[in-house]
């Protein structure tokens, strides 16, 4: 396919899963390591963006996967249908002494538009929600302190629709899908991916 029609179409694909979830690899993680775990649209253009902003900055691993639904093991297919609840989300494993959680999520905030209810661009359904799934109290109260910061500071003039919900079950999306724009230049990019140069959020 033409590399302008990848940008338009995202393709199905058959590729087989990589495990029924990124707990399931064994991984060598320093003890302090955290995840980070948001939906914001299309995960390609999610991973690549947090790729490429904090590589070398704390970033350990980035995985898309769902998240966020009733069914075990969804398929892509199954998730683009918007019938398992899930969202297509990425898992950030970072480095706290590098990078913070309130780092991270102040780029989420950046790199899409969080006030597009169920949709990213052309991309809509609940599986391209904007959402914040938090590990812990500690995640939720920073979430929640970050997001009424940006609504005043950045998004103050349309309401910011993300949710902000507790983490349930991951499941790794298909090798396939992991890397994606890295292994298929000039892939499909959602246009409302891309960082915003917003000011600094007052401490």
Not at 66 to 93: F, K, M, W
């Amino acid at each position: 396919m033409p590399s302008f029609l990848n940008r338009l179409f995202r393709p199905f694909t058959s590729s087989t899963r990589m495990g029924l979830n990124s707990d399931s690899v064994a991984q060598n993680f320093p003890p302090n390591a955290q995840k980070c775990t948001v939906a914001a649209g299309c995960f390609w253009g999610v991973e690549h963006l947090y790729r490429k902003h904090f590589d070398g900055k704390g970033l350990l691993d980035a995985r898309v996967g769902y998240i966020g639904g009733d069914s075990r093991n969804p398929s892509y297919r199954a998730v683009c249908s918007g019938r398992t609840g899930h969202a297509e989300s990425l898992q950030v494993i970072f480095d706290p002494d590098k990078v913070s959680y309130s780092s991270l999520i102040q780029f989420f905030y950046r790199m899409h538009d969080p006030t597009t209810k169920n949709r990213q661009g052309a991309d809509s359904g609940t599986q391209y929600r904007s959402a914040i799934f938090y590990e812990n109290e500690e995640q939720e109260r920073v979430a929640r302190e970050v997001t009424e910061k940006v609504q005043t500071e950045w998004w103050k003039h349309a309401k910011i629709t993300t949710e902000i919900l507790p983490a349930g079950e991951w499941w790794d999306a298909e090798t396939y899908h992991q890397k994606y724009l890295d292994n298929n230049p000039g892939g499909y990019e959602c246009p409302a991916h891309y960082v915003r140069t917003f000011p600094d959020l007052t401490s």
